[in-house]
């Protein structure tokens, strides 16, 4: 059992940077592929960065590129999202996410029910 604990979120102006941690217990780290959510009221859970267990690839959705980087540390168990340049849009509740199983189909990290661990989440808000 893989427990995620989230932090970092807060309330921030646009054009400012926020940077969320993810630290992850219970289980092998470096056996697990680490995704960033995120999720406003009424809406599902929305994919935003992704991390493969080696570490030597990383994914985003169109709307973060170039503004969010996603990194781990495998000797702290931790990963990273340092956004930058933050717009009003990017206001939410961000979740971190782990899975460790084996995925038939390319793109499985940017469903949220692939994913088997969750965080309790971190509220970020972004004033315009």
């Known amino acids: 059992q893989v427990q995620l604990v989230e932090s970092g979120g807060g309330l921030v102006q646009a054009g400012g940077h926020l940077r969320l941690s993810c630290v992850a217990s219970g289980g092998t780290f470096t056996s697990y592929g680490m995704g960033w959510f995120r999720q406003t009221p009424g809406k599902e859970r929305e994919f935003v960065a992704f991390i493969r267990a080696t570490g030597d690839r990383t994914y985003y959705t169109d709307s973060v590129k170039g503004r969010f980087t996603i990194s781990r540390d495998n000797a702290k168990n931790t990963i990273n999202l340092q956004m930058n340049s933050l717009k009003p849009e990017d206001t939410a509740v961000y979740y971190c996410?782990?899975?460790?199983?084996?995925?038939?189909?390319?793109?499985?990290?940017?469903?949220?029910?692939?994913?088997?661990?969750w965080g309790q989440g971190t509220q970020v808000t972004v004033s315009s």
């Open positions: 996410a782990a899975d460790g199983r084996f995925h038939t189909y390319t793109l499985w990290y940017r469903n949220a029910r692939e994913f088997e661990y």
